[in-house]
């Protein structure tokens, strides 16, 4: 199942980024001018990363609703995994420092991969039940959909994941 839901992102990454739009040129008015449901200048910038995935997918107001709940209950799964990683990485560190063995590095990267792994299928996940609160109309903007999906891609590896 874990191994689908990633080829299912990675393919929506690919098609997203295959329609452009992400190219490193900047409009003369600065990056926080860029209108994100075109990539080009004109529109301000949403102030946090729910208001931007909310505009490039031109979601309505119930489908903010139900957006923001999907993304709550996943930050708020995802919560005691993200604190299992930064223990995680404070013991690889003291491994590291107190010159461990070879093969006990490998299992404690390993479980902290293990944990990474985690937090990233939340995102996935998140990104699947938001596309289904989605219309149909707003299922074929690919490109809305791919900066969507590159919005969510490590929203849960920080405390507060409307943060950019």
């Not at 980024?17 to 004109?42: C, F, V």
């Not at 093969?103 to 699947?128: R, T, Y």
Request: charged share 25%.
């Amino acid at each position: 199942m874990l191994k689908k839901l990633c080829m299912a992102g990675l393919l929506c990454a690919s098609l997203a980024l295959a329609q452009g739009g992400y190219g490193g040129g900047r409009s003369k008015q600065g990056a926080g001018d860029l209108d994100p449901t075109t990539g080009r200048g004109g529109g301000a910038r949403p102030s946090n990363r729910f208001d931007y995935i909310a505009q490039v997918l031109n979601l309505n107001k119930d489908q903010k609703r139900d957006v923001h709940t999907i993304l709550e209950d996943g930050a708020k799964e995802a919560a005691p995994i993200r604190d299992q990683m930064d223990k995680s990485r404070v013991v690889v560190g003291e491994a590291i420092v107190s010159k461990k063995g070879e093969d006990e590095l490998k299992q404690l990267a390993k479980s902290s991969s293990d944990l990474d792994a985690q937090l990233s299928e939340l995102e996935v996940q998140a990104f699947f039940k938001t596309v289904g609160t989605l219309d149909e109309t707003q299922k074929k903007n690919m490109q809305g959909l791919g900066r969507a999906l590159f919005l969510m891609n490590g929203m849960y590896h920080i405390k507060n994941w409307t943060e950019e």
